[in-house]
């Protein structure tokens, strides 16, 4: 899992991207991941370094996760959770059909800010 975290919008929000591989010049990340038992930790550690530089208001780009296990479930709610502690928000964009189902499911579309486009989320952290 590769992960690309960049400040935007006047450096009020961090975007973090997320992918299997990084570009040449490592400005974007490519290919399908799966946010599971394996690659949860290292997710955790990027959202808790994030809220924990002072990054309120954070928005994950889930365009490459193709799968979500429950532990995945958990480092996404952890996330939500760290940003309401800090009076912040945590805002997901464009997860696939699959990755949307499960959290339909789960009943995590209905805690979480969950958007299909990059805009969308812009216009509701500003």
């Not at 709610?77 to 339909?104: M, S, T």
Request: aromatic share 4%; net charge negative; proline share 1%.
């Amino acid at each position: 899992m590769e992960i690309i975290k960049k400040l935007i919008q006047n450096n009020s929000i961090t975007k973090i991207n997320i992918g299997a591989e990084l570009s040449d010049d490592n400005s974007e990340v490519t290919g399908s991941v799966e946010l599971d038992i394996e690659s949860q930790a290292h997710f955790v550690e990027i959202i808790n370094t994030t809220f924990d530089e002072g990054n309120t208001k954070v928005m994950i780009d889930m365009s490459n996760i193709n799968y979500i296990d429950s532990s995945g479930l958990w480092a996404l709610f952890e996330g939500h959770k760290k940003a309401l502690q800090r009076n912040g928000r945590l805002a997901l964009i464009n997860p696939d059909k699959d990755v949307k189902r499960v959290l339909d499911i789960t009943k995590m579309s209905a805690k979480m800010d969950i958007f299909e486009t990059e805009a969308d989320a812009l216009n509701a952290l500003i």
